[in-house]
């Protein structure tokens, strides 16, 4: 898959595939939350949990995404 095709397949799904919706806001929302903890100028050890856990998730939900994208590449 070249990176102009991903793009488009990616609107497709994002505008027919709610699932695919989801998947795209969580991890919007993974990215948010991380941007904030990386700010932190003194993250407790909890914070800094969530941050691993949180870029272990995101990175699930970035494979999850990009498996789905070359599905419908592929049947479409």
Same mark, same amino acid.
């Given at each position: 898959?070249?990176?102009?095709?991903?793009?488009?397949?990616?609107?497709?799904?994002?505008?027919?595939?709610?699932?695919?919706?989801?998947?795209?806001?969580? /991890?919007?929302?993974?990215?948010?939350?991380?941007?904030?903890?990386? /700010?932190?100028?003194?993250?407790?050890?909890?914070?800094?949990?969530?941050?691993?856990? *949180?870029?272990?998730?995101? *990175?699930?939900?970035?494979?999850?995404?990009?498996?789905?994208?070359?599905? /419908?590449?592929?049947?479409?």
């Amino acid at each position: 898959m070249d990176m102009s095709t991903p793009n488009v397949v990616r609107d497709e799904l994002l505008k027919s595939n709610s699932v695919f919706r989801e998947l795209v806001q969580k /991890h919007q929302n993974y990215e948010e939350r991380l941007h904030e903890l990386q /700010h932190l100028s003194y993250p407790s050890e909890e914070e800094m949990l969530e941050e691993t856990t *949180l870029k272990k998730k995101k *990175l699930l939900l970035k494979d999850e995404i990009y498996a789905m994208m070359e599905k /419908h590449q592929r049947t479409h």
